[in-house]
């Protein structure tokens, strides 16, 4: 799969069918990787493909003027489509080199299952459905569901549904969604007090760094209304009241474009559960206006579009 | 002679000025009576009221927040209210699943002849409101775990 993406990606840019590619490269520290983006041919020599690719690399389209080819797991075309939707980019701009996506591995998780640091890990190789995790001259394996993302696991869509070049078989979705919406359904037991306390001491550990937003593909805004200053809707300073607002709204603004990728729990660096809510959105979209996003370029985005007669329950 | 006061809940109103705000006109000019915990905020059209409006108001100490606007069909702009509509919804439903009491986010459908029905609504509205009592949403508390 690597040899055909570099192969496919070098010929674009020679045959001047894209400007850039935007894809991974090995990371500077162990099972990392990092986006690659870049106009030089021989610079495709370096692009990867393994269980490590996490990042959502769509977010970088809208920043990029020119034709791109970009490589795209399931989440990631479905971010793509969901900017297509919102014509921030035109379909025929780029070039999806879709990689048929098995899953990513969580560090974390790995941290926690062998109890060691990253550091410390000698290898982590994949097979079929086990990982096998080298560390002191030993061989661990556990089954594939330990150790991917919980968005991983809840993946409907592994091989993206539009692409120009796919690099492999295809593969069937098998989202587990009891595993991975396990938080929600405990939160949803709890009295409307309680979840609002829980939801209050998350807050607390905001630092406001806006990675979730930054790393979101959803979030293009130029202006976000956190920087507004008249009216100055949430104070800069990061309480718990103001982490909370600007979490709820902004989820609200992206609903219909948040594709529940998981990117914004997985920057944040004080482990917020944003899956929680963003998935609970997600969710709630689907169940009022049967609408999933980044399914179907052609669909009219969420808040543009309406039916005569949906959610009148709600309307005295 | 001192008299017990007791605790009123303040509801924020976003009304419609096509529709509701008439309609609060109306419900003024024919005598209706109607519980004066409602603010008016006189806005183009409901799908004006960004999700942020709703949210800023309870943090502010608002009980509740009603938003009003024009019956499906009879949209000034044509499709104004359907797009409130969603918006409205899943901001309920998210607040819900957050912990915030559904009753304080409410919605309804008011023309500028219905004095009499939103004389109704803002009765209702209220009396839900002096059920769920006060706002204490954002109100600073010891953090559980600082404890």
Redesign the interface.
Known sequence: MEQKLRQEAKALLEQNKVDWIIGFEPGSLKFTATPLITRDKNDTERLIINPFIVNNLADFLTGIKGRVGIVAKGCDSRSIVSLIQDNKVAREDIVILAVPCLGLIDLAKIERLVDKDRDELDDITREEDKVIIKVDGQKKEFAINQTLFDHCIACELPTPQEYDILLGEPRPPAPELEVSGQNIEK??ETT??????????EF?RCIRCYACRNACPACFCQRC?VEETEPQ?VMPVPR??DNL?FQ??R???V?GRCTDCGECERVCPVNIPLRSLTR??YD??DE??QFKSGMDKEAQP???H???????D??? | MTQQSEWEPKLLGFLCRWCSYAGADLAGTSRKKYPANIRAIKVPCSSRVDSLFIIKALRLGFDGVLVSGCHPGDCHYLTGNYRARRRIAITKKFLEYLGVEPERIQASWVSASEGGKFAEVVTEVTGDLKKVGPNQLFAERKLAKEN
């Open positions: 939160l949803k409307p007090g309680e979840r609002w306390e829980f939801w209050q001491n607390s209304f809707w718990w009241q607002i709820v709204v989820n609200i603004h609903a609970e959105m709630i979209v009022l206006f969420l808040m543009t309406y039916e005569q007669e949906e959610a009148e709600l309307f005295r």
